[in-house]
């Protein structure tokens, strides 16, 4: 028996897909992602002016200036706040980008959010990139569905927080709910 338990290869390489994930060539143009780019469906992201956050595995040395989120097939209307948002695992928020406010966002469309101040990752493991709309329709996500964390140390794959949520980012995710729709995002 190995301190791994039955597992007799290396860990790294078993978890591997998490940081390949939607990198036909990451030599070309780095980027992280928290799923791959096969297997996406429509999922609702949160209600108008809820932030939805979603669990991203980021690397000792990454610069993360962007967050870009792809709508599916419901495009957002009405648009009054868009904004995203890097937050640390304990749930404290790093940066936000500027404000969308009323900027169309059409269906099946990538959206790059620009984070005011880029973030050089200090240390490798889990963060939380966020999103919250303001809309009369919030537009669904290209994403996928996740099961509820049960084993000690899990975090949620997504959560939804806050509401009445404008142009500023909450300071923290507070009192995070656990959300089946975990959204794709991607991190450059």
Same mark, same amino acid.
């Given at each position: 028996m190995t301190v791994l338990g039955a597992y007799r290869g290396l860990v790294r390489d078993d978890l591997g897909w998490l940081n390949t994930a939607g990198r036909p060539d !990451?030599?070309?143009?780095?980027?992280?992602?928290? $799923? !791959? +780019?096969?297997?996406?469906?429509?999922?609702?992201?949160?209600?108008?002016?809820?932030?939805?956050?979603?669990? $991203? /595995?980021?690397?000792?040395?990454? $610069? @993360?200036?962007?967050?870009?989120?792809?709508?599916?097939?419901?495009?957002?209307?009405? $648009?009054?706040?868009? @904004?995203?948002?890097? /937050?640390? +695992?304990?749930?404290?928020?790093?940066?936000?980008?500027?404000?969308?406010?009323?900027?169309?966002? %059409?269906?099946?469309?990538?959206?790059?959010?620009?984070?005011?101040?880029?973030? +050089? @990752?200090?240390?490798?493991? @889990? /963060? /939380? %990139?966020?999103?919250?709309v303001a809309a009369s329709t919030v537009p669904t996500l290209a994403g996928t569905v996740g099961a509820k964390p049960f084993l000690a140390g899990e975090v949620n794959l997504s959560q939804t927080s806050g509401s009445g949520i404008g142009a500023t980012a909450p300071a923290t995710i507070a009192t995070p709910a656990f959300k089946r729709a975990v959204p794709l995002v991607i991190a450059t």
């Open positions: !990451p030599a070309e143009t780095f980027h992280r992602a928290n $799923l !791959p +780019r096969v297997g996406l469906d429509d999922v609702a992201a949160a209600a108008t002016g809820v932030m939805c956050s979603v669990a $991203l /595995y980021l690397h000792d040395g990454d $610069l @993360i200036s962007n967050l870009t989120f792809v709508s599916a097939g419901t495009a957002g209307g009405t $648009l009054t706040n868009q @904004i995203a948002a890097l /937050y640390s +695992r304990t749930g404290a928020l790093l940066a936000q980008s500027a404000d969308k406010t009323s900027e169309a966002w %059409a269906a099946d469309t990538a959206k790059t959010f620009a984070l005011a101040t880029p973030q +050089r @990752i200090t240390k490798s493991g @889990i /963060y /939380y %990139a966020a999103l919250a």
